[in-house]
């Protein structure tokens, strides 16, 4: 199927699954997220339902990040069955997803680098732990991540009211940010944006794991456990990175393999915007003693989520 862009004057070649294909490919989709989310959702249930989690700032950021994890399955999947089922959507309506996704996706780095540095703070300065470490400074932080995550697409949503046509946002596209704010400026803009933010939270990382490294051998125990947790944090800022390049990967995968550009693009995208939301509650739900202690109580239900994963598979596979 073939497309033109009347602004741009290009056509361009439009692949498309054979329905047996797009069914199985969203079914895989939806049942991921929903998985995922239910596992998040359960974390983030369990906070609410007991003081100990959202008197601590620690958890409070925590819940943050799975909270953030929620939006962006959420969204990734309303995207992926959106675009099977109608291919392009609505030029505003695709402004508006991307207003929620793009800060969303901003959030979590910055979240890892907050919590690393609560860690080193933690160690190296437990006196003073509880004065600079609150909740309402928790809060605050929190707000202030989506402040700038939310600045940085309101620049490319004002810079695209100011130079396309009317006709633009009442057109249709298939919904990815470079599709929506087309000039050649804004992904300058973003490169030098992200580059300066994953530096900033990269040395971050750095310096809190060797100062919490070389803490006082009294707080040993604490320390090795503080400096597990930002290595962890490490992990999980790799994974956020590829988000970066998601892009760039599928590219460079067509190049070599051009007859597998649907499988890449779907394989590629389970991989770097799906399964990494698993981290979160991998890492802190079950590493954590207060959280497997009131997630005990839970274990049933996702027990029940577990067998409804494989049975949906098994149901695929027979088919």
């Known amino acids: 199927m073939n497309f033109s862009n009347a602004d741009r004057n290009v056509t361009a070649v439009v692949y498309r699954d054979s329905l047996n294909i797009a069914i199985i490919k969203n079914v895989i989709t939806v049942v991921l997220c929903i998985s995922i989310s239910f596992i998040n959702g359960v974390l983030v249930h369990t906070f609410r339902k007991h003081q100990v989690f959202y008197m601590n700032p620690r958890y409070i950021l925590y819940i943050h990040l799975v909270i953030n994890d929620i939006i962006l399955l959420t969204l990734f999947t309303l995207i992926q069955v959106l675009s099977y089922i109608v291919f392009t959507l609505n030029v505003s309506f695709c402004i508006f997803l991307l207003m929620i996704s793009i800060p969303a996706t901003l959030n979590n780095p910055v979240t890892l680098a907050v919590m690393a540095v609560e860690c080193y703070i933690a160690i190296c300065f437990p006196l003073r732990h509880t004065q600079i470490c609150t909740v309402k400074k928790a809060y605050v932080v929190i707000g202030l991540t989506w402040v700038v995550g939310t600045m940085s697409i309101l620049t490319d949503l004002f810079f695209t009211l100011a ?28 490169n030098i944006s992200n580059i300066v933010l994953m530096v900033i939270v990269w040395i971050t990382l750095f310096y809190t794991y060797f100062r919490i490294l070389f803490a006082a051998k009294a707080a040993a125990a604490d320390a090795k456990k503080a400096r597990n947790t930002v290595l962890l944090h490490g992990f999980q800022l790799i994974l956020c990175m590829l988000t970066y390049v998601s892009g760039l990967t599928i590219e460079g995968l067509t190049y070599l393999f051009p007859r597998g ?8 995208s389970i991989l770097i915007h799906v399964l990494p939301r698993l981290i979160s509650p991998v890492i802190y739900g079950l590493r954590d003693k207060t959280f497997r202690k009131y997630l005990q109580r839970y274990r049933h239900m996702l027990i029940d989520v577990n067998i409804t994963f494989q049975t949906a598979f098994s149901n695929m596979n027979n088919e």
């Open 163 to 190: 130079t396309e046509s009317l006709e633009f946002l009442h057109s249709r596209v298939f919904c990815l940010s470079k599709n929506v704010f087309r000039h050649p400026s804004r992904a300058e803009k973003n």
């Open 261 to 268: 550009i649907l499988a890449i693009r779907f394989t590629v």
